[in-house]
């Protein structure tokens, strides 16, 4: 199993911007297309970004013009920088390959990101 490992998230107001990181334990971003995930309060888990091994992006129209996904194989760790955050994006967000793997890639704890005033 590989592990991920979620951080940067935290309290912001509306209008902010955090930096997520998603750390792997073994060089895998250039073996698998990645993801960003989010589950909010009540709700489904949602892919909010993907990264391809080409480097194409895609988003959800949520929060497409607002996040940005990348990823540095050199550090082993791929990012979601996240600008005018809003309300609704308030959620645990988790990464893991597109389409996740959840055998190898188990969901880990995720990382809150609350954005309120």
């Known amino acids: 199993q590989v592990q991920l490992v979620e951080s940067g998230g935290g309290l912001v107001q509306p209008g902010g911007s955090l930096r997520l990181s998603c750390t792997a334990s073994?060089?895998?971003?250039?073996?698998?297309?990645m993801g960003w995930y989010r589950q909010a309060p009540g709700k489904q888990r949602e892919l909010v970004a993907r990264?391809?091994?080409?480097?194409?992006?895609n988003y959800a129209d949520s929060v497409k013009g607002r996040f940005t996904i990348s990823r540095d194989n050199a550090k082993n760790t791929m990012y979601l920088q996240m600008n005018s955050l809003k309300p609704e994006d308030t959620a645990v967000y988790y990464c893991?390959?597109?389409?996740?793997?959840?055998?190898?890639?188990?969901w880990g704890q995720g990382t809150q990101v609350t954005v309120s005033s």
């Open positions: 893991n390959t597109d389409p996740p793997r959840v055998t190898t890639f188990r």
């Open positions: 073994g060089s895998i971003y250039n073996i698998y297309n």
């Open positions: 990264i391809t091994l080409g480097g194409s992006t």
